[in-house]
């Protein structure tokens, strides 16, 4: 297994885990964050089953729970840990049908349930485990993963700047030139939707977005970052203040799953 690179505000947590793994726990990993590479970690030495979205639709299926609980039903003679990897994606009738694992422990199996969105867990799985929120990484170790690269010092930072605290961005851009170009274009569209007055102008950046999610809140990530910079360069005025504001919000409401265009023409308006 590669390395899995954490916070250090978390590793003494999953030190603390390691020792006592619960029942059910629940990694909340944002968006570029190793949340199955600290499942994995945290299985090692177990027998692991590993449960995925189907491909093809995207979402686990009530199906692949049937299954997964009909395996449970077999002796397990060393500990098994089930991980389900973006839990989140599991519909609701799939996590209904899940609580039927919860609810009816085996001393010898344990759950780690992997999600970018706690919202779209239900209350009632929630409830019945332990949860481990992810931090984002700080910039010496952002720095110290680049070093490896050798790339040159301009990619390196626009590398830090683009994929900040996300370890798993951070590889991928310092290792696919076509994935950092097209990342590239995330600075532009930000500078450039900070940069126009004309509502045309914003929309026209903003329509590539609509169907990627990810990247939808990567562009909003990015343009907070700039606002911010330019507060710290010539100081916050209520014009700034209020492009942060909307855009705060307009990244919360994506991270909350809402409609990827409605959110987005919220900074049109």
């Not at 390196?156 to 370890?167: N, T």
């Not at 990247?215 to 911010?228: E, F, G, H, S, Y």
Request: with cysteine; net charge positive; charged share 25%.
């Amino acid at each position: 297994m590669s390395e899995v690179i954490i916070s250090a505000r978390d590793a003494q947590k999953i030190n603390q885990i390691s020792s006592q793994l619960p029942h059910a726990l629940l990694v909340i990993a944002d968006y570029g964050l190793d949340g199955l590479g600290v499942a994995q970690m945290l299985a090692k030495n177990s027998d692991t089953f590993h449960l995925k979205p189907l491909p093809e639709k995207q979402t686990i299926s009530v199906d692949q729970i049937r299954e997964l609980i009909s395996m449970l039903r077999t002796y397990a003679i060393n500990r098994r840990v089930i991980i389900i990897d973006e839990a989140d994606l599991m519909t609701e009738p799939s996590q209904n049908a899940f609580l039927k694992a919860l609810e009816e422990p085996n001393k010898n199996t344990n759950f780690i349930l992997v999600a970018k969105n706690l919202k779209l867990i239900l209350d009632t799985v929630r409830s019945r485990c332990q949860t481990l929120t992810l931090h984002k990484t700080t910039s010496a170790q952002d720095k110290k993963l680049l070093e490896k690269y050798n790339l040159d010092p301009a990619s390196s930072q626009q590398i830090l700047f683009l994929a900040a605290g996300r370890p798993l961005l951070i590889k991928k851009l310092a290792e696919n030139p076509e994935k950092f170009a097209e990342y590239r274009q995330l600075a532009t569209d930000a500078k450039q939707i900070l940069a126009t007055n004309r509502e045309y102008d914003t929309f026209k950046n903003l329509v590539k977005y609509f169907s990627d999610r990810q990247k939808a809140i990567l562009l909003t990530d990015i343009i907070v970052n700039m606002i911010r910079f330019q507060a710290l360069s010539r100081g916050m005025n209520s014009s700034l203040e209020e492009q942060l504001e909307k855009t705060t919000s307009v990244a919360s409401a994506l991270k909350s799953n809402a409609n990827v265009r409605l959110a987005l023409t919220q900074l049109v308006i």
